[in-house]
């Protein structure tokens, strides 16, 4: 706990600024300090995780999953290459934390625009920045692994449920129940998962939005800053957007494939003609079951992460940064100064 304390003391720091609102110090004072409060989350995310225990509860459940397969499949429990991708994609993440911060560490700031700042303060500073890297980039692993997890549970039950359907054997009572079980696993793996996981994709996605519009914002500013330093405020924007897409991309992928199973179900004429009503009222539990449960998280609680958010977010949010590149012409357009 301690150490998510001192987390919140370096968002105050980061969030510190003196410039006027729209100027560059104002700018690049969001730019990293939104996504300062987002490293806060992670570590509150990785504490919980641990404290409850969630990770060999899934597990748990996980293994109960797979055992309900109609035929085994051991690819499936590889995740050597995720885990490849993962150390691979953590070097860039890594390089634009340390960029901006040695660069102003080398010419006595915490921010180029800000003033020059006690070499203590720096120093903390860019070590937490190193910290940072390391606790979010084990928060987005197990995030990613879980996602992935039960993402190749559901579209391998698809393939298995679309086989049977051309088979024409979901009739049979005994296939019937078993997709019928193992659907009611995944689902209960799922609300599992999201009952931990949405502390972590409630709020980061929103402080990473907040840094992506000021990160846009900040592009009209390439004629006030040395080049080098432009090009690693943009490489910490194209980092903060591939974070985010990562979070964001795996979990709307995870609802199509939950769509699929509810067009299998409901498109299936193998039950119209049925005339064991067994049958037929374990077909209809299964219909209403994926209608009724719940099983997306949202963004603050209130924007579910769909296709339909992405592609809203996709468009809303960058041009909210050239809003204020407008708004910014429009005042030095008019006589005024930021």
């Given at each position: 706990m301690?150490?998510?304390?001192?987390?919140?003391?370096?968002?105050?720091?980061?969030?510190?600024?003196?410039?006027?609102?729209l100027?560059?110090?104002?700018?690049?004072?969001?730019?990293?300090?939104?996504?300062?409060?987002?490293?806060?989350?992670?570590?509150?995310?990785?504490?919980?995780?641990?404290?409850?225990?969630?990770?060999?509860?899934?597990?748990?459940?996980?293994?109960r999953?797979?055992?309900?397969?109609?035929?085994?499949?051991?690819?499936l429990?590889?995740?050597?290459?995720?885990?490849?991708?993962?150390?691979?994609?953590?070097?860039?993440?890594?390089?634009?934390?340390?960029s901006?911060?040695?660069y102003?560490?080398?010419h006595?700031?915490?921010?180029?625009?800000?003033?020059?700042?006690?070499?203590?303060?720096?120093?903390?500073l860019?070590?937490?920045?190193?910290?940072?890297?390391?606790?979010?980039?084990?928060?987005?692993?197990?995030?990613?692994?879980?996602?992935?997890?039960?993402t190749?549970?559901?579209?391998?039950?698809?393939?298995?449920?679309?086989?049977?359907?051309?088979?024409?054997?979901?009739?049979?009572?005994?296939?019937?129940?078993?997709?019928?079980?193992?659907?009611?696993?995944i689902?209960?793996?799922?609300?599992?998962?999201?009952?931990?996981?949405?502390?972590?994709?409630?709020?980061?996605?929103?402080?990473?939005?907040?840094?992506?519009?000021?990160?846009?914002?900040?592009?009209?500013?390439?004629?006030?800053?040395?080049?080098?330093?432009?090009?690693m405020?943009?490489?910490?924007?194209?980092?903060v957007?591939?974070?985010?897409a990562?979070?964001?991309?795996?979990?709307?992928?995870?609802?199509?494939?939950?769509?699929?199973?509810?067009?299998?179900?409901?498109?299936?004429?193998e039950?119209?003609?049925?005339?064991?009503?067994?049958?037929?009222?374990?077909?209809?539990?299964?219909?209403?079951?994926?209608?009724?449960?719940?099983?997306?998280?949202a963004?603050?609680?209130?924007?579910?992460?769909?296709?339909?958010?992405?592609?809203?977010?996709?468009?809303?949010?960058?041009?909210?940064?050239?809003?204020?590149?407008?708004?910014?012409?429009?005042?030095?357009?008019?006589?005024g100064?930021?």
């Open positions: 301690v150490i998510i304390v001192l987390l919140f003391a370096r968002v105050g720091q980061l969030m510190e600024t003196k410039g006027n609102s100027s560059f110090a104002w700018a690049e004072s969001n730019f990293f300090g939104f996504p300062a409060i987002f490293a806060c989350v992670s570590a509150l995310c990785i504490f919980g995780w641990t404290k409850n225990g969630f990770i060999p509860k899934f597990s748990q459940k996980l293994a999953v797979r055992m309900l397969r109609l035929e085994s499949n051991s690819k429990d590889s995740y050597r290459l995720m885990q490849v991708l993962a150390l691979i994609f953590s070097i860039p993440w890594l390089l634009a934390m340390m901006w911060i040695v102003n560490f080398t006595n700031k915490i921010y180029y625009g800000g003033e020059e700042t006690n070499i203590f303060f720096r120093v903390i860019a070590v937490s920045n190193f910290y940072i890297w390391y606790i979010s980039t084990i928060c987005l692993a197990v995030y990613l692994l879980v996602i992935l997890a039960v190749r549970e559901v579209d391998y039950f698809n393939q298995e449920l679309k086989r049977a359907k051309e088979e024409r054997i979901l009739k049979n009572i005994g296939v019937l129940e078993k997709f019928d079980f193992r659907q009611n696993q689902l209960e793996t799922i609300l599992l998962a999201n009952g931990s996981l949405s502390s972590f994709n409630t709020f980061a996605p929103l402080f990473l939005f907040y840094a992506l519009a000021n990160g846009v914002y900040l592009t009209s500013f390439m004629d006030s800053v040395p080049l080098f330093y432009f090009v405020l943009m490489f910490n924007l194209a980092a957007i591939i974070y985010n990562f979070i964001l991309f795996p979990t709307c992928a995870l609802q199509e494939h939950l769509t699929a199973t509810n067009i299998i179900l409901i498109n299936n004429d039950f119209e003609c049925s005339k064991d009503p067994i049958v037929y009222q374990t077909y209809r539990i299964m219909v209403d079951r994926m209608q009724k449960v719940d099983t997306r998280m963004v603050i609680g209130a924007f579910p992460i769909t296709r339909n958010f992405l592609a809203a977010a996709s468009f809303i949010v960058p041009n909210l940064g050239f809003l204020l590149i407008m708004v910014k012409k429009v005042l030095i357009a008019n006589g100064h930021v």
